[in-house]
């Protein structure tokens, strides 16, 4: 998958869990979005693992800074 | 336990004699809790003599017990990655990590301060409000969870001083320092967000660098996210432990 696609997915996680539409980019970070607090990361990433249907290690989750890591994260698990 | 972890609980046990706010000692670690589920709600001090599978399942049935969800802090040297799978069956999941960086000199470069900005303590109620919206804004996301009265009460401990930047006659910086056993904790370091990446906290925090080491502290230490990890470390602090806030969820 690419990593277009993987962000056009995520957008529908991200609007899910932050319960807000936005216009996603691998830049797009916690300084972003207001309701991305530090629970919110771990739900989101939660949510993530269903949707892709992937695991990611509990601690590698709090190391994700940006939409870009995730993506990253995502990709690799796929491969 | 080193002087950048002593600092944060120190600092936290400070907190707690603040009104509202109650510190209970259990035998293998302190909590320290503000009424209303405003901050703190921390778990702080596990007696790292006891074994991770023991004092973990221990916290999640006190936390469970007494319907609590504190964030629980402790030093990754302690409780890591090994414990991935103890943790996962006690509920408890890292949600951020803390870096503890220290340094033991001012700034090496000389400080200009530009003509429209001022450096000074935050004391009176309009100033400690700013302050309050700041860390608000800050620290808390979108939920009001940090009681202005705190910083109120604090402004009278003799261990703690509040100072700001000032950028026409508006707060853009501020910071919290936390003075005990000659060492200095610097804590709710904030920007606003219109002026952040703009050399504001570097230059309120070199310059209470330089006063702290001519007053004879020994030693600056902070507790640093990712995000302003960099500019910490470009400061001149140095990396020194890491910290992992766990919640039960």
Sequence with gaps: ?79 | MDNIEKNLYDFYRVLAEVKNISLVKKEDFELIQAKNNLWPQLIFNLNQQKNQNEIIPEISRYLADYKLSPSIVAPDEYISKNHSELLKASSLIPVKVLMGMNTSKGSKENIKMPADCEICELKNKTQLSDFSMLIQREFFSSKKDFGEEILLELKDSEEVTMTGLYKDSTLVSSMLVFIKDNIAGLYFIGTKKENQKKGYASLLIRSGLNQLFKTGIKEVVLHANHNSFALYQKIGFEVQNKFIVYKKV
């Design chain 1, 1 to 79: 998958m690419s990593s277009e696609e993987i962000l056009e997915k995520l957008k529908k996680v991200y609007a899910e869990i932050f319960k807000e539409e936005m216009a996603l980019t691998h830049e797009t970070s916690p300084n972003d979005i207001g309701s991305w607090d530090s629970l919110n990361h771990v739900l989101l990433i939660k949510r993530i693992e269903e949707e892709f249907q992937i695991e990611i290690d509990l601690f590698e989750v709090i190391e994700l800074k940006n939409t870009g890591d995730i993506v990253n994260a995502i990709q690799k698990r796929l491969v």
